[in-house]
């Protein structure tokens, strides 16, 4: 079965610190891997999304990169903001599955000033 | 550009009532979908529509029906709700159902109560 795990569920840093997501996927076969940003009370919006051929994508603060051997990803962020406060989520997309998404549990970020 | 729009944000129904969640998009896109959302669990895709006239099962369609109206618009129908299904509903689109990179834009999403 095609699974998505992230850690850590939450995270609490300091305005202006940086911080690491993991995420770790067992899909098969791997089409693509998407990070999304949820505001609370929102849809996800994605802020990246990586190939197999891809290793690092940048989307301003926020640098994903992608272990296809290992199949494992992490979410960068830098000089975090207060408006980074939301739930992030990692989605693996699988081939020949059209548009099937798996998506991650998501870790809650949570930056205090 | 509205994107995805969802009516109505919050709901409370009791159970064994009924009622439609209604989707639409602006972005001329040919795939929908429906997701729900439950605390510590990621999206699981009720139902989806490749295309105009066609819908198909997802992960977890039991308990649900959908109709996609025309190409802008994709409702979901419970026809007797059950405590199980309180959850938060997103509605997506994509441009097209085939091909690896499609981006999903996702509405923000329905509030769903059954007691």
Not at chain 1, 40 to 64: D, Q
Not at chain 1, 92 to 113: D, E, Q, Y
Not at chain 2, 32 to 54: F, H, K, N, V
Request: contains cysteine; positive net charge; glycine residues 8%.
């Amino acid at each position: 079965k095609n699974q998505v795990e992230q850690s850590p569920q939450s995270l609490i840093i300091l305005e202006g610190k940086n911080c690491t997501l993991q995420c770790n996927y067992t899909v098969s076969p791997f089409s693509n891997l998407r990070w999304y940003k949820q505001d609370t009370g929102r849809g996800p919006v994605s802020l990246t999304i990586m190939t197999f051929s891809e290793n690092t994508k940048s989307n301003g603060r926020y640098t994903a990169t992608l272990d296809a051997d290992t199949k494992q990803s992490s979410l960068h962020i830098t000089a975090s903001q207060l408006s980074d406060s939301a739930s992030y989520i990692c989605v693996v997309s699988s081939i020949g599955a059209g548009n099937m998404l798996t998506f991650g549990g998501g870790t809650r970020l949570m930056v205090k000033p | 550009n509205a994107g995805v729009t969802q009516t109505p944000k919050f709901q409370v129904l009791k159970t064994g009532q009924s009622m439609t969640l209604q989707c639409a998009q602006d972005m001329n896109h040919n795939s929908m979908y429906w997701y729900r959302q439950d605390p510590g669990m990621g999206l699981r895709l009720i139902y989806y529509s490749a295309s105009e006239g066609t819908t198909d099962k997802g992960e977890v369609p039991n308990g649900y029906n959908v109709s996609r109206l025309n190409k802008r618009e994709f409702s979901l129908r419970l026809e007797s709700a059950a405590p199980s299904q309180t959850s938060v509903y997103f509605c997506a689109s994509s441009e097209a159902w085939r091909g690896s990179s499609y981006e999903q834009y996702f509405g923000p999403g329905t509030r769903l109560t059954v007691t």
